[in-house]
């Protein structure tokens, strides 16, 4: 039987998985080692180059020694390179990564058992004691294992295209304004992580240099896919400068392109925007007192080889020395709303405007008839100040460089916003902790340690590509094509956790995904209305809205940046794993690359923990785990087999050794300071041990180590057997053991304990470890936490205490409900989702309103009320559907 994507939804349709209770698609029997895919934009795409991209298999479907195919929905086997990304406890395969190559064409495709194809070219990749080559095709790319390259050359049928290419940037000390000193770098190894035949990664790291100082670590990896003449460049880097003293005024990646022949047959491209590109000549042809003739200036603007010098119209041969040759061109994006373009013939010469426009794909060219090199920057005018500049193109050897951070800009000031204001102890703190939600505290709001990684595409052609060709690298450069794994088939597999897929079946639930969309699409235009734009902003919302000044507050203490509050990146992740939609996977997919770099400390005293909601990012005092949450990156993690967020989660795995000199809880006036046994700290189980439960969790299932088995182990275990279990809400930890220490009667209930992932791990946990004493204390917690308060005396006695967040609550009392199957539970956790306390209602309408000027608002908005009503929506509708109506 041929296995098709309608095989496949139609028995998603006909059954429900059993494993959990949930409602699930479920595959067919035949079409279990079927996985459908499709492009999140829905038609395939013009082009792109090379694709990477995630699959789930059921537990105990896929072993270890199964070979996968990809083929194309019409059966044709298609090149491609697949590696196990996840292991379910039994060992058979949870998570498997497929490659195709660049020239892998159709609408979708089916990952399946058999042997894979072979690309018509392979990537292959050769070792050796100082360097690494990868030859795709004619191109040949050289890496060194040290040195001050990140790529040594590139060449086209033995014909060298590209030169040393490397990190750049500038640094001025004292002040802003100080005196510039120029920034190089400096590999210290670079490691093959992949070799072939569809996809070659390798991994450079070092340091940027300021003379003899090293200073801004980096990480950059370097893909190579079949069938393409780019490498696809990953650029991370770690801020460890005083901000007070050191100010970044530069920072880029520079190529050198060799130049050769007439320099009227150079040519430089540069996108301006997604249908438009300045597209020129060093040396100009058109446009002349004299017409070389019609073939010379069409050649030209084609970027051609014009005829001879003796074949031009005279006297334009004769003179070509007194045109001048533009050697320099600059175009930069310093805003999210408008670019400038000049030119000038070289150093010393005054530059010359050539244009300006709004948005600028990010893409320049510098090259000729004998090759050239292009360089693409994705998010160019997102996290603007970017710039694209070309130097020296009228000389032997020209510069192409993409600046992440623009020279021609204010440099990056990341100096705390406000002074001291008299908060130099705890109750000051408190004091202001109260009026402006900020919890400030001296020399805590550091940006040392934050990170920021960016993608850029470096190609290099034999020859200059014609200008459409260069308009669409530009357009999938900027928003690049994605397959993604068809959302039936991942909910059929059982990961994740408890979701379903979009139901409409009754007016309830219609209403209800109704307001799911509408929300997604608010923010996401929100986004582009109030330009949550800038280097370090991009990819995170705004906490609070202040409806007075119809403006989202970006300047008041902990109601400006979002910084994960409630678990926005899980709301958006799981919206896109149940919808497919590209809107929601790509606002998903830029707040995953924010918040896991700019929210989270890499090095530093600070390492492995992430920065409350505030007006930098970095600005809150309360450092973190449940920002630094490795749950909150897991989902791209395995729907794209990206490295850096796996390295980032990896990071994570010990970072609860942080909390042995940063005491979060350490200006709560309630508090009692308490001596602990060595080794021991406080640790709350919501808000810290499931989020450091998440890096555990996909320690655990990417390696297969049973040491972050037995870690998660011996903490539910302990918590099952406290008196009150998860009511207990925290409790004494010994880093050693992993355990939570008995600390007797205690119930300490807190509206953020389950906010954070704890729902989500704790679902998935149950499932991949028989743990029953934690099921009965998560269980118990998910009943007790929003009961009547009638009910809560009864069970427990005085005192009941607020409840906040009765509304996200309620997905807690559905599990409960579900795995209990109790029909009245499931009311419950109706009402309580329906009541809006502590959340939002469900509107029949759409209640977003337009105002004058363009602006819109959403009444009552909040993101973190928005994220947990998001959560307990979808949560809900998988789990007490029925109780909904």
């Known amino acids: 039987m041929q296995v098709t994507r ?33 492009w999140i934009d829905g038609a395939a ?46 060992g058979s395969i949870k998570w498997t990564a497929h490659a195709l190559p660049a020239d892998a064409v159709g609408e979708g495709f089916v990952v399946g058992a058999g042997n894979a194809g072979l690309p018509a070219a392979p990537v292959r990749v050769i070792e050796s004691a100082d360097g690494i080559t990868i030859r795709s095709g004619a191109l040949v790319w050289e890496i060194a294992r040290s040195g001050d390259a990140i790529v040594r050359s590139a060449r086209s049928g033995g014909r060298a295209v590209l030169g040393r290419t490397a990190l750049v940037g500038a640094i001025g000390t004292g002040a802003p304004e100080g005196e510039r000193q120029a920034l190089s770098c400096r590999v210290d190894r670079a490691t093959v992580e992949q070799s072939g035949p569809v996809r070659a990664v390798v991994k450079v790291e070092g340091w940027h240099l300021a003379g003899a100082r090293q200073l801004l670590p980096f990480s950059v990896r370097l893909y190579a896919y079949a069938g393409s003449a780019a490498l696809r460049i990953v650029h991370s880097f770690v801020h460890d400068l005083d901000p007070a003293e050191t100010f970044i005024s530069g920072l880029g990646v520079a190529a050198t392109v060799p130049m050769a022949g007439e320099l009227h047959d150079r040519h430089v491209r540069l996108a301006t925007g997604d249908e438009t590109m300045f597209a020129e000549a060093v040396r100009p042809l058109t446009g002349l007192r004299r017409d070389p003739d019609k073939r010379a200036r069409e050649a030209q603007v084609a970027g051609k080889p014009v005829p001879p010098i003796a074949e031009l119209r005279a006297p334009v041969g004769q003179l070509l020395e007194r045109i001048p040759a533009w050697g320099d061109f600059s175009l930069a994006q ?135 060709d260069l308009q669409a690298l530009a357009r999938a450069a900027a928003t690049p094509p994605q397959l993604m794994a068809d959302p039936a088939h991942l909910n059929a597999a059982g990961v994740f956790g408890d979701w379903g897929l979009p139901d409409r079946s009754t007016p309830k639930r219609a209403m209800i995904e109704d307001r799911l969309a509408n929300l997604i699409d608010f923010y996401a235009g929100e986004v582009d209305r109030r330009s949550w734009y800038g280097f370090w902003n991009h990819g995170d919302v705004m906490h609070s809205y202040d409806a007075d000044r119809h403006q989202w507050r970006y300047d008041i203490g902990g109601f400006a940046w979002d910084n994960s509050e409630l678990s926005t990146d899980l709301w958006l992740w799981y919206a896109a794993l149940r919808s497919g939609d590209a809107q929601t996977w790509r606002l998903a997919e830029a707040m995953t690359r924010h918040t896991s770099e700019v929210d989270v ?9 992430g920065t409350r909601h505030g007006v930098q990012h970095w600005s809150d005092s309360s450092k973190q785990p449940r920002v630094s949450n490795a749950l909150y990156r897991r989902i791209f993690y395995y729907l794209t087999a990206d490295e850096r967020t796996g390295d980032l989660m990896r990071e994570l795995i010990r970072s609860e050794k942080a909390l042995l000199t940063v005491e979060i809880g350490r200006k709560v006036p309630s508090k009692k300071q308490r001596t602990l046994p060595e080794g021991a700290i406080e640790m709350s189980f919501g808000t810290t041990w499931c989020t450091i439960a998440g890096a555990w969790l996909a ?23 406290l ?20 600390m007797g009667d205690k119930i300490g209930l807190s509206h953020l304990n389950a906010v954070f992932g704890a ?30 308060r009638a009910d809560y005396l009864a069970k427990f006695g ?88």
Not at 823 to 842: H, I, K, N
């Open 699 to 721: 320690e655990w299932e990417r390696t297969g180590d049973t040491q972050w088995r037995d870690r998660l182990l011996a903490g539910m275990d302990s918590i099952g057997r």
């Open 601 to 609: 400390y890499h090095l530093g005293r600070f390492a492995g923990l």
């Open 723 to 742: 008196p009150h279990g998860w009511m207990t809400g925290g409790a004494r930890y010994d880093l050693k053991s992993g355990r939570f220490l008995d």
């Open 334 to 468: 310093l805003s999210a709303n408008g670019f400038t373009l000049a030119k000038r013939t070289g150093e010393g010469h005054g530059w010359v405007d050539a244009g300006e426009g709004r948005r600028a794909p990010g893409l320049g060219y510098v090259g000729g008839p004998q090759g050239g090199v292009a360089i693409a920057q994705r998010y160019f005018w997102q996290r603007h100040p970017s710039q694209i500049d070309i130097r020296g193109a009228a000389s032997d050897s020209a510069t192409l460089t993409a600046w992440l951070w623009s020279p021609d800009a204010r440099p990056m000031d990341l100096r705390p916003y406000h002074g001291t204001m008299g908060m130099e102890s705890y109750d000051a703190q408190n004091q202001g902790l109260d009026i402006t939600y900020e919890d400030y505290e001296p020399g805590w709001g550091t940006p040392n340690g934050i990170a920021r990684t960016s993608e850029l595409t470096l190609w290099a052609f034999d020859a200059t590509p014609e200008t459409p």
């Open 759 to 788: 729902v989500e791990v704790s679902s998935e946990l149950l499932s991949l470890i028989n743990v029953p004493r934690y099921r009965a204390a998560w269980l118990d917690y998910c009943r007790w936490y929003n009961a009547p």
């Open 45 to 90: 795409p013009a082009r792109h180059a090379g694709q990477t991209f995630g699959v789930a298999w059921p537990r105990g479907v896929v072993s270890k020694r199964q070979r996968l195919q990809v083929r194309s929905a019409a059966g044709a086997l298609v090149a491609s390179q697949s590696w196990p990304t996840a292991f379910w406890p039994d």
């Open 6 to 38: 309608r095989t496949v939804m139609r028995g998603a349709l006909l059954a429900t998985a059993a494993s959990a209770g949930v409602v699930r698609a479920a595959l067919p029997r035949q079409a279990v080692l079927a996985a459908p895919v499709r």
């Open 798 to 885: 005085e005192p009941f205490g607020p409840r906040n967040l009765r509304q996200g609550h309620s997905r807690l009392t559905a599990y409960a409900a579900q795995q209990e199957k109790d029909p009245a539970l499931a009311r419950r956790a109706a009402e309580e989702f329906y009541s809006g306390d502590a959340g939002m209602g469900v509107p029949t309408s759409d209640p977003r309103v337009t105002l004058p000027g363009g602006v819109v608002e959403w009444p009552g908005v909040s993101t973190n009320g928005s994220a947990q009503w998001g959560l307990a929506a979808i949560q809900n509708l998988a789990l007490v559907p029925e109780a909904l109506d």
